[in-house]
């Protein structure tokens, strides 16, 4: 199983992103992914989750309505668009590959890939 994101940059507040999450080794159409990210000093807390199996989505509150997680299964790659970015968004992100169900706790996720930082400047 390999996840490896991408897409991270510096953007000023406001402004967007796109990471992606390019995923090998195992039955996209089956398994959860998730988005996560970690802050200096601060524990990994989750971002966004898809679970194929159920189609469901599940995103925390802090990023409701400015982030969305997508697919692309015939790349098998995981999206997220972060638009509306804000300076407490900057994190390094990871995308992980869970079991089915959709979760935003890190611990549910055995898979990870190395992350990718995103800096919002004020």
């Known amino acids: 199983v390999q996840l490896q994101a991408s897409g991270g940059g510096l953007v000023q507040s406001g402004g967007s992103l796109r990471l992606s999450c390019a995923t090998s080794g195992f039955t996209f159409e089956t398994y959860a992914v998730g988005w996560f990210r970690q802050a200096p000093g601060k524990e990994r807390e989750g971002v966004s989750c898809?679970?194929?199996?159920?189609?469901?989505?599940d995103y925390a509150d802090s990023v409701k309505g400015r982030f969305t997680i997508s697919t692309d299964p015939a790349k098998q790659t995981v999206y997220l668009q972060m638009n509306g970015l804000k300076p407490e968004d900057t994190a390094i992100y990871y995308c992980?590959?869970?079991?089915?169900?959709?979760?935003?706790?890190?611990?549910?996720?055995?898979?990870w890939g190395q992350g990718t930082q995103v800096t919002v400047s004020s």
């Open positions: 992980a590959r869970g079991i089915i169900k959709c979760s935003l706790q890190p611990d549910s996720f055995r898979y």
């Open positions: 898809f679970s194929p199996s159920f189609g469901t989505t």
